[in-house]
């Protein structure tokens, strides 16, 4: 591939948090790749946060997310107009569907890089098979090998979400409210999230009884965190829970969860955003699986806890046959022992 040629780039990919967080290191290594390059981000407005201030992105073209799942053609078209007039010579798409390796095509962008399920690559001009065994964010990196790109760090895949200083101080101020006297130690737990607008996945929630028995067993301080929705949650596990020490953080922004985060002892969480967003803030992390196959979504350096059940989520983004409270094969008394052997 000439990069001189490739003056204005777009990079899709629609979906929840996590899945855009995991494309920030390919972001990364195109930027340093195509360091004159104008790359522009097409993403749905319920994940946009997530590249607020990201260096490595010229500009962000937002959608609303419901044009797609309810395929508002009209409005779809009108978003493909658009595109079409920025002009752009290279696209990779790291979606996994057709739609939009067919997206990108009717967008009039000449190189379109992207994946296939089989014979789904049909409308890309180059495609990397895809068959969901390795990490999303491996699978990003590859994709920039499969162009021909050679000058790709592959040492640091580390995901990243840029803050700015009133994240800083509000994370902070947060903190000024733990009892500092007790000298515990601080577990931010994470028991919302996994839904989007594209899909409900609460199947892949930890039981809220379990995060409830978890505050009552161990003395420390916990924080909450989730995003506006997840505020019900968390006001549930405050008023069950025995434990006095618990703090609500939900309805905060990404960067600012991610700032608090990392003044946390250990964050715990199952498949979510949030479980993402404390992959950037290096906290010790324990991630508790079941339906989800942890191989690929996953955040690396951290501690997985998994059920003795398969996953049943498909490449095609269904959940099938999958057993009812999966996740509560995972025992409290598990994620004790890991909570130990991690602060030990």
């Known amino acids: 591939m000439q990069k001189t040629k490739a003056k204005k780039i777009l990079v899709i990919r629609s979906g929840a948090i996590g899945d855009i967080i995991m494309v920030t290191p390919f972001l990364r290594n195109l930027k340093e790749n195509f360091p004159d390059s104008k790359i522009s981000f097409l993403v749905g407005n319920w994940s946009k946060d997530v590249l607020k201030n990201n260096p490595n992105i010229h500009k962000i073209i937002s959608f609303e997310d419901e044009i797609i799942i309810k395929k508002k053609l009209f409005r779809v078209f009108s978003l493909i107009k658009n595109i079409k007039k920025e002009r752009f010579g290279l696209c990779f798409i790291l979606d996994k569907s057709w739609m939009w390796n067919l997206f990108a095509l009717l967008c009039g962008i000449k190189e379109r890089i992207g994946f296939s399920r089989g014979k789904e690559g049909i409308w890309n001009t180059l495609s990397l098979p895809f068959n969901g065994t390795k990490n999303e964010a491996d699978y990003n990196i590859e994709l920039l090998k499969k162009a021909g790109i050679t000058g790709i760090n592959t040492e640091d895949t580390s995901p990243q979400i840029f803050t700015s200083k009133k994240d800083k101080e509000y994370a902070v101020n947060f903190m000024k409210k733990i009892d500092k006297k007790t000298n515990k130690k601080i577990i931010g737990i994470c028991p919302g999230g996994a839904v989007n607008p594209g899909q409900s996945a609460a199947i892949k929630r ?6 409830i028995e978890l505050t009552n067993s161990i003395s420390y301080n916990f ?31 990404i960067q600012e969860a991610k700032e608090l985060m990392e003044k946390c002892d250990i964050i715990i969480s199952h498949d979510s955003g949030s479980l993402h967003i404390a992959s950037v803030a290096k906290t010790e992390t324990i991630a508790l699986f079941g339906p989800t196959p942890s191989k690929r979504f996953c955040p690396k350096k951290t501690t997985i806890i998994e059920t003795k059940t398969l996953p049943c989520y498909t490449i095609y983004g269904k959940f099938r046959n999958c057993k009812e409270n999966q996740m509560e094969e995972i025992l409290v008394e598990q994620v004790i022992n890991s909570i130990k052997k991690l602060i030990a």
């Open 223 to 253: 924080i909450i965190f989730g995003n506006k929705k997840d505020k019900e949650i968390s006001q549930k596990i405050i008023s069950e829970s025995k434990n006095n020490y618990l703090y609500d953080a939900c309805a905060n922004s």
């Open 206 to 211: 930890w039981p809220l009884k379990r995060y």
